[in-house]
């Protein structure tokens, strides 16, 4: 009988090892493997992202204690920290200061080495001073996520196992990766370095595709770095941000509250006076009016590059780059690109004047010593000019900058 007994016993081991108690098959594996990543995704950018780091959202107890549990078993990251770390990204970003910009860093660093800048950061106790704030820190936050944050991820890997059996593992290993390659990889270094920009912020931020799905809409990363405190990172007809239609269902249900989203910008037809209403509404949509800007150049581009190409006879490589340096903010260029877009305006009045038209433009909203009627004497002038200038790009932008309501 022993014999049987301990080849049974050995059996059911080996089985237990190969298939857990789920006997799954490996597609169902695969599926679970995306499921879990994803809420995981989804925790962070709605719960530490946009609701504990931003304040754009307020959650109800019952997902907030789900997400805190659910990230303290998948990635083992506390609250305060993580908090903490963004916040002085976005206050210090791009300087030496930021804890993790490729533009300081470099790209190859941030990507393969982000999620150790994170862990260095997170041992700063300035920064989880200054910038920790208003976190979770109740008792289950002092407790346990924060002294045992190790202990949810052995959890994980048991329950995995458990399922799973060894192929459990492996499970374990894709979801211990998710964040570290995504957030701190993809996110903080990619998304300030490729991608396309809907609004020349500040900073380097990127969005790296229109369709926010597997990191959960935070590859809207441009639109975030322009409108930080927004529960919602999409801003175009064509993006899509997973996590804010997760955010409108748990509002529907009364599970959350969105604080703020990115100001729309509204438009009357009749309106044709450059009143306070207008000042107001340019201020206010100064980014959205800067990308639109953005494009009038492109069109006075487009109507200038046969002159400039059989007349001024520049080379194709000066003109390709001196379009890039035309769409670039002015604060940004560095005497270098300056001296190249002297050259290029010896030969282009016309994109001279909406090089300096922009550079006027910008200085209305950074005027703060100028009183209001100043302001708005600024941009009246400014639409004057512009539709005097008789440049059929700049004419059809002051038009539409007279109709912000």
């Known amino acids: 009988m022993f014999p049987n007994s301990l080849a049974d016993g050995l059996y059911a081991f080996l089985n237990f090892a190969s298939h857990g108690i789920t006997h799954a098959s490996g597609w169902q594996i695969f599926i679970y493997t995306l499921i879990v990543t994803h809420i995981t995704i989804a925790s962070v950018t709605i719960f530490l992202h946009r609701c504990q780091a931003h304040r754009a959202l307020d959650l109800h107890a019952l997902p907030s204690h789900f997400f805190r549990f659910w990230l303290w078993l998948t990635t083992g990251q506390v609250t305060k920290e993580w908090a903490a770390i963004h916040r002085k990204h976005h206050a210090k970003c791009e300087t030496p200061e930021d804890p993790h910009s490729p533009v300081i860093y470099g790209i190859k ?118 409108f930080a405190t927004s529960a919602k990172l999409s801003s175009k007809w064509y993006e899509f941000d997973i996590g804010w239609l997760y955010i409108r269902l748990l509002e529907i249900v009364k599970l959350a509250k969105v604080k703020k ?84 305006f010896a030969h282009s009045k016309v994109l001279k004047t909406m090089h300096e038209m922009r550079v006027e433009l910008g200085a209305i909203w950074e005027r703060s010593h100028a009183s209001r009627d100043q302001l708005l004497h600024q941009l009246q002038d400014w639409c004057t000019r512009a539709e005097a200038s008789g440049i059929a790009s700049l004419q059809e932008f002051s038009m539409r900058l007279r109709r912000y309501s």
């Open 109 to 226: 660093k941030v990507l393969l080495e982000g999620a150790e800048l994170y862990r260095i950061e997170s041992k700063n106790p300035e920064t989880m001073k200054k910038y920790g704030h208003g976190t979770p820190n109740d008792w289950i936050e002092k407790r346990l996520y924060t002294p045992y944050s190790w202990l949810g991820i052995i959890f994980m890997l048991a329950i995995n196992v458990l399922l799973f059996g060894v192929i459990g593992i492996t499970v374990w290993a894709v979801q211990m990766l998710w964040i570290p390659v995504t957030a701190a990889g993809i996110i903080n270094g990619a998304g300030h370095y490729w991608g396309y920009r809907n609004y020349d912020c500040a900073d380097a931020a990127t969005n790296l595709m229109p369709w926010g799905i597997l990191i959960g809409g935070e590859e809207l990363h441009n639109n975030h770095h322009t």
């Open 261 to 344: 989203v990115a100001p729309a910008p509204k438009f009357s037809l009749e309106k044709s006076v450059v009143d306070f209403d207008t000042l107001h509404a340019v201020i206010t949509h100064r980014y959205d009016v800067m990308a639109k800007y953005a494009k009038s150049i492109k069109h006075a581009w487009q109507d200038e590059i046969t002159h400039l190409k059989e007349k001024a006879q520049l080379e194709s490589g000066f003109l390709k780059s001196s379009k890039k340096l035309l769409q670039r903010e002015p604060t940004k260029l560095e005497m270098l690109h300056k001296q190249q877009l002297s050259e290029l």
